[in-house]
């Protein structure tokens, strides 16, 4: 399995590491082992979701390409600007859903665009310094068509 090793720096000035390479049926078991020291004391979390990714394109005997990207630890000013960020989405979903209630009452637009609010917080994560950014993804061509899958993870800092 060949590495290839890249770096990219983001919105807000986030610098990922982003590590690309091919996985075939023959070297899969590769993944349990693959040098990972961005993600420091998440790294065997990482290669066990890898492997799990892997397992979920059912890629068979064709090859996967798949991708590791894990951020720098965020700065204060980073986490800050993600947070933000997240607070404007909030703010302009919740608002849009709200909006068509107060045709027919003001009470009811707050009430609604609150609990819309409410609802998009939790889905949404608060950034810390120090905390670290981790997106995998997996491409298969071939077979069915093309296929792709992601996920991402969020390893805050105040995690061993």
Do not use: W
Not at 44 to 68: F, G, H, S
Not at 87 to 95: A, D, L, R, W, Y
């Amino acid at each position: 399995m060949d590495l290839e090793r890249t770096q990219y720096i983001g919105h807000y000035g986030v610098t990922f590491s982003v590590i690309r390479f091919t996985v075939r049926p023959n070297n899969k078991q590769a993944l349990a082992s693959l040098c990972l020291l961005e993600a420091k004391t998440s790294a065997q979390e990482v290669r066990l979701q890898l492997q799990n990714l892997y397992e979920r394109m059912l890629a068979q005997d064709l090859p996967c390409l798949m991708t590791v990207v894990i951020s720098k630890p965020l700065t204060r000013k980073q986490a800050d600007s993600l947070n933000n960020r997240n607070n404007v989405i909030k703010e302009t979903i919740s608002g849009a859903v709200a909006a068509p209630i107060g045709l027919m009452s003001s009470k009811a637009e707050s009430m609604v665009e609150k609990a819309t609010s409410d609802l998009i917080s939790r889905q949404l994560r608060n950034f810390q310094h120090a905390d670290i950014i981790i997106g995998l993804e997996a491409q298969v061509s071939g077979g069915i068509g093309p296929q792709r899958s992601s996920l991402s993870l969020h390893v805050y800092s105040n995690e061993p």
